[in-house]
Every structure is written in C-alpha cells, then in structure tokens.
C-alpha cells in the first residue's frame, strides 16, 4: 500500500498534473484507448491527469498512462473513401515482398524486411 501512496498527487503538487494509482483515476477520466474503444478521441484538449505505478522489468521506474476529461472528448473522426484506400495500399505495401514482388496473404515480418524465401535462400533450396 506504501507505492500507492508514492503516486497518489491529486493536487498536482509534486508531479505538476493530477496523479493516481494505477487503476485508482475518478471517474470522468480516461485513457486513448479507453476514448477509441468508446467512439472518441481526445480533441486537442490538454493532459488533465495521469495514472502511475512503479515497474520492476527491464527498465525500472515507474510507468505512467495520461488521462483525458471524456466531457471534453468528441466523436471519431469518421473513415472517408479516400483514408480506406490509403490504408489498403499501405497493408498491400506490407505484404509485398520488394526483392521478389510476390505479394503474400499475411504481413511480411520488418525484422527482415523481405519474405522468407528472399532473407534465407541458401535454407530454401536445401529442404
């Protein structure tokens, strides 16, 4: 209970905005996804608060969720003919292989860069 109280800041004193525990933030607050998942987005308002809580993984310290006011949020945008077809031309740029140009049904992996065939051909003709 002792690290509940480290992020308990609802003044905004110590860390300059509104901070809570982690799942502990007042109701009227929420995060990005939590606005997406409602149909709404932030709108350009400011931060109004922040949720905090310490991590001891790999990089340790604390991790912190910033809040926005869901009565100052509007609606998402919605998709326009022209966005659908931007996202497709991109998805089909991701699963295209640009050494062999096969386009595959699944999403090339960024770590190679190509298709599998492409990255590791030695492998390919051995099996």
Same mark, same amino acid.
């Given at each position: 209970?002792?690290?509940?109280?480290?992020?308990?800041?609802? +003044? /905004?004193?110590?860390? /300059?905005? =509104?901070?809570?525990?982690?799942?502990?933030? !007042?109701?009227?607050?929420a995060t990005r996804r939590q606005l997406r998942a409602s149909g709404l987005?932030?709108? /350009?308002?400011?931060?109004?608060?922040?949720?905090?809580? #310490?991590h001891r993984g790999r990089k340790a310290g604390v991790q912190v969720a910033?809040?926005?006011?869901?009565?100052?949020?509007?609606?998402?945008? =919605?998709?326009? +003919?022209?966005?659908?077809?931007?996202?497709?031309?991109?998805?089909?740029?991701?699963?295209?292989? !640009?050494?062999?140009?096969?386009?595959?049904?699944?999403?090339?992996?960024? #770590?190679? /860069?190509?298709?599998? #065939?492409?990255?590791? =051909?030695?492998?390919?003709?051995?099996?």
């Amino acid at each position: 209970m002792a690290a509940y109280g480290k992020c308990f800041d609802p +003044s /905004g004193a110590r860390f /300059g905005i =509104p901070t809570y525990p982690w799942r502990f933030a !007042p109701d009227g607050y929420a995060t990005r996804r939590q606005l997406r998942a409602s149909g709404l987005r932030p709108g /350009g308002q400011p931060v109004a608060a922040q949720v905090m809580r #310490s991590h001891r993984g790999r990089k340790a310290g604390v991790q912190v969720a910033y809040l926005y006011r869901v009565d100052c949020a509007k609606p998402v945008r =919605p998709m326009t +003919s022209r966005k659908w077809g931007a996202l497709a031309l991109a998805m089909l740029a991701r699963r295209t292989c !640009p050494k062999c140009r096969i386009t595959y049904d699944y999403c090339l992996p960024t #770590s190679l /860069g190509l298709c599998i #065939s492409c990255a590791y =051909p030695e492998e390919q003709r051995a099996a």
